[in-house]
């Protein structure tokens, strides 16, 4: 265990940002690009031994992409490394018998001149437990930023409908963030048609339910450029 546990801590001088992400493609869904010109996937085989599994897949910039766009590759390989959760599991000698398996990957759900949208999803299973967490992550390429509520992108965007489409769904989210005039931090994500929407983890950067609601429920479009 101390040599898996040294490996792992050496290898990552960066696990400062807490996330692990897997994206599968949901019923209904368009199956993302898996890489294109610009881009690409990377894989990093964490860790494989002692039945302990993890396993990184996250999107890289190309030499071919423009160098601001390059610039994000280090926020994007950060964003799979290993969170103080994941340390506190490998010193946990009952991991050893269980077994712990961590897969996480990140995908493009659309991408234009202005606009890069990625849903990462993690996925964590040890003995009988498995949890799942989703963290969208929305590029501004020429602001050289993100995006962390949909206001940024869709002016006149009417948070008070996503309230009125969750009340139907489910009761675990913070009505108070989905007031107009308010501006807390609501994770989402979208496709070329939807909108998505992880209630119950409004004023955070990940999610652990998941909504996609159509644009033409919300009034919204995006743009062709």
């Known amino acids: 265990m101390s040599m898996i546990f040294r490996t792992f801590s050496q290898s990552f001088e960066y696990a400062q940002v807490p996330a692990f992400f897997l994206y599968a493609c949901f019923p209904g869904c368009k199956e993302p690009e898996k890489?294109?010109?610009t881009w690409h996937m990377v894989e990093d085989v964490l860790i494989d031994s002692q039945n302990v599994r993890v396993v990184s897949r996250y999107i890289q910039f190309s030499e071919s992409a423009d160098s601001s766009l390059r610039a994000w590759n280090k926020t994007l390989r950060q964003r799979t490394e290993p969170t103080r959760e994941l340390q506190t599991d490998l010193l946990d000698p009952a991991i050893y018998e269980k077994g712990l398996l961590i897969e996480s990957e990140g995908q493009v759900l659309f991408e234009n001149d202005s606009l890069?949208?990625?849903?990462?999803r993690l996925i964590r299973k040890s003995g009988n437990n498995e949890s799942i967490s989703f963290y969208p992550l929305i590029i501004l390429k020429k602001e050289g930023t993100?995006?962390?509520?949909?206001e940024q992108l869709w002016p006149d965007f009417d948070r008070r409908k996503l309230r009125g489409i969750y009340?139907?769904?489910?009761?675990a989210?913070?009505?108070?963030?989905y007031e107009l005039g308010v501006h807390t931090i609501l994770p989402f994500c979208f496709s070329?048609?939807?909108l998505i929407v992880y209630p119950g983890t409004e004023g955070e950067f990940f999610g652990?339910?998941?909504i996609s609601v159509p644009f033409a429920d919300l009034g919204?479009?995006?743009?062709a450029e």
């Open 35 to 37: 890489e294109n010109k």
């Open 173 to 177: 989210f913070n009505e108070t963030a």
């Open 116 to 120: 890069m949208a990625l849903e990462y």
């Open 220 to 223: 919204i479009s995006l743009s």
């Open 167 to 171: 009340k139907q769904k489910t009761d």
């Open 146 to 150: 993100i995006a962390i509520t949909p």
């Open 192 to 194: 070329q048609d939807s």
């Open 208 to 210: 652990r339910n998941r």
